[in-house]
Every structure is written in structure tokens, then in C-alpha cells.
């Protein structure tokens, strides 16, 4: 008997967003309905992503280094998680995805997009999520929202410009692919967007 081929979500959102707080909350939900599931994270979810996660978020490189390092990790990530998993009929969370690097790399830092759709349909011109959370805040709101006590990576410590470019860039995506992403407004109460995630996962169950 063939086995259903599982469903792969990812979150999205700049920094600040508040994705993080609501990941495990989704992941509750998937595997209360007795699903299995993998919850992973980008750059980053095998231990070679893990290292270059680190040399990504914290080592002064080359724009388009920065790029290819991370679809070094996204091509770890697919081949050793995401496409085992999806296979075997689990479903995969990842904390990003590709359209991170349309965020960031693109509308952050300024690199061709066109650059960044040519990795993406180098590395994984079949995969994309069957659904992408976008939490959405205004800037002020986000940057108010990271944690002054810890050591803040490259990317946290960027200025407002990007941002703002980071932001736009997702919200251009959401726009562009209104069939996959599901755009929240992070400003809301925790349970309110709690009620919102429970409705969105119970209709791709």
C-alpha cells in the first residue's frame, strides 16, 4: 500500500516576528491528531547545517558566500530530514524555508533574486511547503521584541533599512503565492492567534 506522502510547513517572519513562540504550539496540535512529525529549524536541522549555521549567523562573508552557505544547508536539510520524512508520511515544521532567503539575502542585504530562484530551483526545483506562516509585525514592534540580554547574531544586529526590505520582500511573496502562505498579524494576543493557527493546521488535516 502506498503511504500518503506527509505535508511540509514552514514559519516565517523577521526577527522579532514572534514565530517562535507559536512553533511548538502548531507542532502540539499536528501530533495530537496522531501524526507523526519532524519539527526542524533553517539554516541549520543536521549537524553539518548546524555548523554552517554558525559560520552564517555570526562570520563577516561575501553576500553570495552567505547565500550558498545557506543552500548548503537547505540541500543537507531536504536530503537527510525534510524528503526522508515526507516520504514515510510524517509532516515536517521548519522554522524558514527558502523564502527566508528571498527575505533576507534579497530584500535585506540587496542580492538578485533572480540569483536566489536559481539556487532554489537548483536545489529543490519540486519541493515547496504545502503551507508557509508568515507572522507579520511592524517594524518598531518587532526590534522592541528581541531579547537585549542575550548576544544578538549578525542578522539581529542589522539596522532598520533591512528590516524593513526583509519585511516587504515577505510580504511581496505572501502576495505573489497567496495559494501557499497564510499571513498573521503578530500583533495580536497570544490567543488570538492561537485561535487563527488551529484553523489554518485543522484545514490542511
Same mark, same amino acid.
Given at each position: 500500500?502506498?503511504?500518503?506522502?506527509?505535508?511540509?510547513?514552514?514559519?516565517?517572519? !523577521?526577527?522579532? =516576528?514572534?514565530?517562535?513562540?507559536?512553533?511548538?504550539?502548531?507542532?502540539? &496540535?499536528?501530533?495530537?491528531?496522531?501524526?507523526?512529525? *519532524?519539527?526542524?529549524?533553517?539554516?541549520?536541522?543536521?549537524? &553539518?547545517?548546524?555548523?554552517?549555521?554558525?559560520?552564517?549567523? %555570526?562570520?563577516?562573508?561575501?553576500?553570495?558566500?552567505? =547565500?550558498?552557505?545557506? $543552500?548548503?544547508? +537547505?540541500?543537507? %536539510? #531536504? =536530503?537527510?530530514?525534510?524528503?526522508?520524512? /515526507?516520504? +514515510?508520511?510524517?509532516?515536517? #515544521?521548519?522554522? +524558514?524555508?527558502?523564502?527566508?532567503? $528571498?527575505?533576507?539575502? @534579497? @530584500? @535585506?542585504?540587496?542580492?538578485?533574486?533572480?540569483?536566489?530562484?536559481?539556487?532554489?530551483?537548483? *536545489?529543490?526545483?519540486?519541493?515547496?511547503?504545502?503551507?508557509?506562516?508568515?507572522?507579520?509585525?511592524?517594524?518598531?514592534?518587532?526590534?522592541?521584541?528581541?531579547?537585549?540580554?542575550?548576544?544578538?547574531?549578525? $542578522?539581529?544586529?542589522?539596522? =532598520?533599512?533591512? $528590516? /524593513?526590505?526583509? +519585511?516587504?520582500?515577505?510580504?511581496?511573496?505572501?502576495?505573489?503565492?497567496?495559494?501557499?502562505?497564510?499571513? !498573521?498579524?503578530?500583533?495580536?494576543?497570544?490567543?488570538? #492567534?492561537?485561535?487563527?493557527?488551529?484553523? #489554518? *493546521?485543522?484545514?490542511?488535516?
Amino acid at each position: 500500500m502506498t503511504v500518503p506522502r506527509g505535508k511540509f510547513i514552514t514559519f516565517e517572519g !523577521i526577527d522579532g =516576528a514572534g514565530k517562535s513562540t507559536h512553533i511548538g504550539y502548531c507542532a502540539d &496540535l499536528i501530533a495530537g491528531r496522531g501524526i507523526e512529525l *519532524v519539527s526542524s529549524r533553517e539554516p541549520g536541522g543536521t549537524p &553539518l547545517g548546524e555548523k554552517l549555521r554558525e559560520l552564517v549567523l %555570526h562570520e563577516p562573508m561575501h553576500l553570495e558566500t552567505e =547565500a550558498l552557505l545557506v $543552500f548548503a544547508s +537547505r540541500r543537507e %536539510h #531536504i =536530503a537527510q530530514v525534510i524528503e526522508p520524512a /515526507l516520504a +514515510r508520511g510524517a509532516w515536517v #515544521i521548519s522554522d +524558514r524555508f527558502t523564502d527566508a532567503s $528571498f527575505a533576507y539575502q @534579497g @530584500g @535585506g542585504r540587496g542580492l538578485d533574486l533572480i540569483k536566489i530562484d536559481t539556487l532554489a530551483n537548483w *536545489v529543490h526545483p519540486e519541493l515547496w511547503p504545502d503551507l508557509t506562516i508568515l507572522f507579520d509585525v511592524p517594524l518598531e514592534v518587532a526590534r522592541a521584541r528581541l531579547d537585549a540580554t542575550r548576544q544578538l547574531d549578525k $542578522f539581529e544586529q542589522e539596522k =532598520a533599512d533591512f $528590516f /524593513l526590505a526583509a +519585511r516587504n520582500e515577505y510580504l511581496r511573496r505572501a502576495a505573489q503565492y497567496p495559494e501557499r502562505f497564510r499571513v !498573521i498579524d503578530s500583533t495580536q494576543t497570544i490567543d488570538a #492567534i492561537r485561535l487563527q493557527l488551529a484553523g #489554518i *493546521v485543522g484545514r490542511l488535516t
